[in-house]
């Protein structure tokens, strides 16, 4: 039954939210500011974390600014098991009344096991965005996992995957669910319209007249940052003439065994490590670049892929999970095969070496970065909590 409310009350449950960096935790911004924009009362209960594995809390100047409407709750950890707890979350979750949708984000967590038990008890709809993967969850305890509580979670009124590759993967493991949709993610096309080069050349000490590859994201062999500086020695050695700008947190504390890689290989200097940047230094960052390549292992969408082909970027990417779904092969970049850094630093030269082809694909990529935008997501979402509350 369609609901007649103008005005429906939101709760949104994850384990980590912005400032905390990801992806999906963006996703997770975007959607609770937007229906605030559009009218909706929300909640975000998420945790004090930073980081969860290994576990990192924010402190209180990180997140003194966040709007009232966001409650963080403390976090405890268990022994040996990336499963952090919020027993106090739970207590809140309860206590609140006139909820008309509880969404929940992050499979194998806690914030969504618990939203959707409390969603059964309390007789309100449930909506989950997975962000569902296996491919680093392999162990016993992570397929015992799925077949259990997990199994429990993906019976929501309404699954929301953010790619077809989510989809499949979802309907692969769980084939009698009950509702799922594919939003994409998007991304806010007002931000590229602002942007200085000559400054963030200027702040970052960076030299003007180099060839720029970008790599934007966790810094982490998961991202496959070890892959790009295995490739770099060829691409150096044919192309002299060039840096790279990595951009990203150093996530998952493998920040100095890396630029000991580059150490070993005799291409240090041409890394130039930023760290995590603010959002208008990321913008141009993308306008200071000449491509933007992100070799990750797994990518259940990739927005910075889409930000870098609103920005002109042609790309080389990964050819495995959802990326082949946002940068199509040859139009808007080039794809290389999986682990493979020698195909890798082949696709990088090819487009280097080709002024022509670079142009043809920074165009063709501006095109296509229109289909995602963070407001088309936002009414989409709208309208399945409108068909379930």
Request: with cysteine; net charge positive.
């Given at each position: 039954?369609?609901?007649?409310?103008?005005?429906?009350?939101?709760?949104?449950?994850?384990?980590?939210?912005?400032?905390?960096?990801?992806?999906a935790?963006?996703?997770?911004?975007?959607?609770a500011?937007?229906?605030?924009?559009?009218?909706?009362?929300?909640?975000?209960?998420?945790?004090d974390?930073?980081?969860?594995?290994?576990?990192?809390?924010?402190?209180s100047?990180?997140?003194?600014?966040?709007?009232?409407?966001?409650?963080?709750?403390?976090s405890?950890?268990?022994?040996?098991?990336?499963?952090?707890?919020?027993?106090?979350?739970?207590?809140?979750?309860?206590?609140?009344?006139?909820?008309d949708i509880?969404?929940?984000?992050?499979f194998?967590?806690?914030?969504?096991?618990?939203?959707?038990?409390?969603?059964?008890?309390?007789?309100?709809?449930?909506?989950?965005?997975s962000?569902f993967y296996?491919?680093?969850?392999?162990?016993?305890?992570?397929?015992?996992?799925?077949r259990?509580?997990?199994?429990?979670?993906?019976?929501?009124d309404?699954l929301?995957?953010?790619?077809?590759?989510?989809?499949?993967?979802i309907?692969?493991?769980?084939?009698?669910?009950?509702?799922?949709e594919?939003?994409?993610?998007?991304?806010?096309h007002?931000?590229?319209?602002?942007?200085?080069?000559?400054?963030?050349l200027?702040?970052?000490n960076?030299?003007?007249?180099?060839?720029?590859i970008?790599?934007?994201?966790?810094?982490?062999?998961?991202?496959?940052?070890?892959?790009l500086?295995?490739?770099?020695?060829?691409?150096?050695k044919?192309?002299?003439?060039?840096?790279?700008?990595?951009?990203?947190?150093?996530?998952?504390?493998?920040?100095?065994?890396?630029?000991?890689?580059?150490?070993k290989?005799g291409?240090?200097?041409?890394?130039?490590?930023?760290?995590?940047?603010?959002?208008?230094?990321?913008?141009?960052?993308?306008?200071?670049?000449?491509?933007?390549?992100?070799?990750?292992?797994?990518?259940?969408?990739?927005?910075?892929?889409?930000?870098?082909?609103?920005?002109?970027?042609?790309?080389?990417?990964?050819?495995?999970?959802?990326?082949?779904e946002?940068?199509?092969?040859?139009?808007?970049?080039?794809l290389?095969?999986?682990?493979?850094?020698?195909?890798?630093?082949?696709?990088?030269?090819?487009?280097?070496n080709?002024?022509?082809?670079?142009?043809?694909?920074?165009c063709a990529?501006?095109?296509?970065s229109?289909?995602?935008?963070?407001?088309?997501?936002?009414?989409?979402?709208?309208?399945?909590?409108?068909?379930?509350?």
């Open positions: 039954m369609q609901n007649k409310k103008a005005k429906l009350n939101i709760l949104y449950t994850t384990l980590r939210y912005p400032p905390a960096p990801g992806g935790e963006e996703l997770e911004k975007q959607l500011e937007g229906m605030i924009q559009l009218g909706h009362n929300v909640q975000v209960f998420t945790s974390l930073k980081k969860h594995w290994p576990m990192v809390k924010f402190n100047d990180e997140i003194k600014n966040d709007p009232k409407c966001i409650k963080r709750f403390y405890l950890a268990l022994p040996r098991l990336p499963y952090p707890l919020m027993p106090l979350m739970e207590v809140a979750v309860l206590k609140e009344k006139n909820l509880i969404h929940a984000h992050n194998y967590h806690y914030p969504a096991d618990m939203s959707k038990f409390y969603a059964l008890v309390k007789r309100v709809p449930f909506v989950f965005s962000y296996i491919d680093s969850r392999t162990a016993l305890k992570w397929r015992i996992y799925r259990t509580l997990g199994a429990f979670t993906m019976q929501a309404c929301i995957a953010i790619t077809d590759f989510e989809k499949n993967l309907l692969k493991e769980y084939p009698k669910i009950k509702r799922i594919v939003i994409n993610p998007g991304i806010d007002s931000e590229f319209e602002n942007y200085n080069v000559a400054d963030f200027l702040k970052y960076l030299p003007q007249d180099k060839f720029k970008l790599f934007a994201g966790r810094i982490c062999t998961g991202k496959g940052v070890d892959l500086i295995q490739s770099a020695p060829e691409i150096i044919q192309f002299p003439d060039l840096i790279f700008l990595m951009a990203g947190s150093d996530f998952t504390n493998e920040l100095d065994d890396l630029k000991k890689m580059a150490r290989l291409v240090e200097k041409y890394f130039y490590w930023l760290g995590n940047l603010s959002r208008s230094d990321l913008i141009s960052a993308y306008f200071t670049s000449d491509l933007f390549v992100l070799p990750s292992r797994y990518e259940a969408f990739g927005i910075v892929l889409a930000e870098a082909m609103r920005a002109g970027l042609p790309i080389v990417a990964t050819n495995y999970s959802a990326i082949p946002v940068v199509k092969n040859k139009e808007t970049g080039l290389f095969e999986l682990n493979n850094f020698k195909d890798l630093t082949e696709k990088i030269c090819i487009l280097i080709n002024d022509a082809l670079r142009e043809k694909m920074s990529g501006r095109e296509e229109k289909k995602y935008d963070w407001g088309k997501m936002v009414v989409q979402v709208e309208e399945i909590y409108k068909s379930l509350a």
